[in-house]
């Protein structure tokens, strides 16, 4: 029972467009939210993250939008750069408990 | 400062014997996770600890997998008897602050690469 899903393996975006990543979860117990970067051989890197009492945060070229009702949240990253090619995981924590639970990762590419 | 260390990097180990894996967290950080990505899969979560004592071992696949802290500082995750499906990345993070002000700044090491053949 997965229950954090990140539906799309892979994104593929020009550089300078916007990169959407989406994520969808089922526990309606999750109250915060957060987004990793995965590149190779590498730990996950912590991004930017959403409390369940918001609706976006942004920070910088990257921004997180929820959507509490559609159990939906998305990161957006503009401009898109080839730096920004990595796994990108989305991530959740239910109220009282330190573990996360994670997506299986979008793997983003940024073409020159 | 040196961020979160594990060891070794990789290990290839035949069905049956015993692994031990190392995570060396960040110097003073109270929180430590052990995660596993297996092949196409995201990250699961195996144990917490807060200082040496584990108040979450809930992610433990099996009685297999164990994992200890001592000193507050470094843990190690053992593994009996492997088994083919053990392969996979065994990623350790640590954090200064858990609870909500410190789940964003749970720092992952580089991940041992564990192979049962």
């Known amino acids: 029972d997965q229950q954090v899903k990140q539906n799309s393996p892979s994104l593929s975006v020009q550089e300078g467009r916007i990169s959407i990543l989406n994520c969808d979860y089922t526990n309606s117990m999750f109250d915060y939210f957060l987004w990793y970067k995965k590149y190779p051989a590498e730990g996950p890197t912590f991004l930017i993250s959403i409390s369940s009492i918001k609706d976006k945060n942004e920070d910088g070229r990257f921004t997180v939008f929820l959507n509490k009702s559609a159990k939906h949240l998305s990161l957006h990253i503009v401009p898109s750069q080839p730096g920004d090619s990595a796994v990108y995981f989305c991530a959740a924590r239910q109220g009282g408990s330190e573990k996360l639970v994670f997506g299986k990762g979008t793997k983003l590419t940024v073409n020159p | 400062g040196a961020g979160v260390s594990q060891s070794p990097s990789n290990k290839v180990t035949e069905k049956g014997k015993d692994v031990e894996l190392r995570c060396d967290p960040i110097?003073?950080?109270?929180?430590l996770y052990w995660y596993r990505q297996s092949l196409g899969q995201g990250l699961e979560f195996l144990i917490y600890f807060q200082g040496n004592s584990a108040p979450d071992k809930s992610g433990l696949p099996s009685d297999r997998f164990s994992a200890e802290r001592t000193g507050g500082s470094v843990s190690t995750l053992t593994i009996q008897r492997t088994q083919q499906e053990d392969s996979a990345v065994y990623l350790c993070a640590s954090s200064s602050l858990p609870g909500l002000a410190g789940v964003e700044t749970q720092y992952f090491g580089p991940g041992t690469r564990l192979l049962v053949l």
């Open positions: 110097s003073g950080h109270t929180a």
